[in-house]
């Protein structure tokens, strides 16, 4: 279970190949933002999010899977060990 989270509703026009959109109307979908130990997870709600971890859109081939290599979803996202990560020009 997550340590805190924090949750999005957005719109998305899946994708059929990185910056192409595959839907004439967007749908709604809803990111996740968790925090467990020092991972942060970005998890996708959206009827076109598959993969083990999430991680592909299948908006442009809904009947499959996968095809190809996939089409990776721009939203889903894991940051292992972000106590690593420096911020350059963090926003005051």
């Known amino acids: 279970m997550p340590d805190k989270t924090c949750t999005f509703q957005i719109k998305c026009q899946g994708r059929r190949a990185p910056g192409i959109v595959a839907l004439e109307e967007p749908v709604s979908a809803r990111l996740i933002i968790g925090q467990v130990g020092n991972t942060i997870d970005i998890r996708v709600k959206c009827k076109y999010n598959t993969g083990g971890h999430g991680q592909r859109c299948k908006a442009s081939h809904p009947e499959a899977d ?25 926003r005051p």
């Open 66 to 90: 996968k095809v190809g290599e996939g089409v990776y979803c721009p939203y889903s996202l894991d940051v292992p060990f972000y106590h690593d990560l420096v911020l350059v020009n963090p």
